[in-house]
């Protein structure tokens, strides 16, 4: 038997097929703050979104944290492996509305529509705005796991090239060619959208700066729905007001709420949305797909947990 709570703001439904599953284990489910000191320290499992040193030291008994979000870079790591608790994280929840709000991105900036948009709010009527095509069009993709690759599915549905940066380069579906981390300025050369899905890691900490978006087109987009950490955002401002690259639609920041005088806000080709992205109607449906597998892992012993990060990779 394991103690398990659940820290999340689910419906009835969800938490009557969750108990359902596993009726001889003791569950509770809450989303009141209050009640974590209560039920942390005894719990074997902790399904939650956030995690902290604080919520760690309460925890005593504890043995593996399911964490609903995809990074985990914010999370007490070292604490966490040094203890040996196993750890999972959400990858595969956001890989449907993850990749639609790329595609949404892209194809907004083939058709112009941030321009649009501007001149409807000062109704104004110009039938000169440029119309572009993503058919035809390179995409690049920094970071080929489940949204990428869900990505690069769609942008293959309309007809792009697909490039893709993966740590480990292997053949994939929907994917013209895969290149190593090393190999990544490639990406930035050829593409005409380049969508940042990084981690961030201390090797890809600002890892994005003059060196690689000197290299792009005049003419494409980078598109950053990854971490803003691994942007320099004053080189990349440098070369927005330079006009080096056609646009930038940013869902991430290196500080966020991004502040009120950063420059970002100001210019003219770049697309600012207030992370957002990674949003669902069907997330926690999704979030608990992935922890019931593992629990049934946990519980019985049989199969193998999914999304477990690692101490080596820090994902």
């Not at 719990?43 to 919520?55: G, I, S």
Request: aromatic share 8%.
């Amino acid at each position: 038997m394991a103690n398990v709570l659940i820290y999340l703001d689910l419906t009835e439904e969800i938490i009557e097929n969750v108990k359902k599953q596993f009726s001889t284990d003791t569950i509770i489910v809450t989303y009141e703050r209050e009640d974590i000191p209560k039920y942390l320290k005894d719990a074997d499992v902790f399904v939650t979104f956030q995690f902290t040193k604080e919520m760690l030291e309460m925890a005593s008994n504890l043995k593996w944290l399911q964490v609903i979000s995809a990074g985990v870079d914010s999370l007490p790591l070292e604490e966490i492996f040094k203890r040996g608790i196993i750890l999972t994280n959400g990858r595969g929840i956001h890989k449907i509305h993850m990749a639609e709000y790329a595609m949404g991105a892209m194809i907004s900036m083939a058709r112009n529509f941030p321009t649009m948009l501007k001149n409807q709010l000062e109704g104004n009527w110009d039938r000169r705005v440029d119309q572009g095509e993503i058919h035809g069009a390179t995409v690049g993709i920094l970071g080929m796991g489940s949204i990428g690759e869900q990505i690069a599915k769609l942008s293959k549905a309309f007809g792009m090239n697909v490039l893709g940066v993966k740590r480990t380069p292997a053949e994939m579906d929907y994917v013209d060619e895969v290149y190593s981390m090393d190999d990544m300025g490639l990406l930035f050369k050829e593409s005409d959208y380049l969508i940042n899905l990084l981690p961030t890691t201390k090797e890809t900490h600002e890892i994005i700066g003059k060196k690689y978006l000197q290299m792009m087109k005049k003419t494409a987009v980078f598109i950053n729905i990854g971490r803003g950490t691994t942007m320099n955002e004053p080189e990349l401002v440098d070369v927005l007001k330079n006009k080096k690259i056609r646009g930038y639609f940013s869902d991430v920041f290196y500080e966020e709420p991004l502040p009120k005088d950063s420059e970002l806000w100001k210019l003219d080709n770049v697309v600012i949305t207030p992370h957002i992205c990674g949003v669902s109607p069907h997330y926690n449906k999704r979030a608990m797909e992935i922890t019931t597998h593992n629990l049934k892992v946990f519980t019985t012993g049989e199969g193998e947990m999914i999304n477990v990060v690692t101490e080596e990779k820090g994902y």
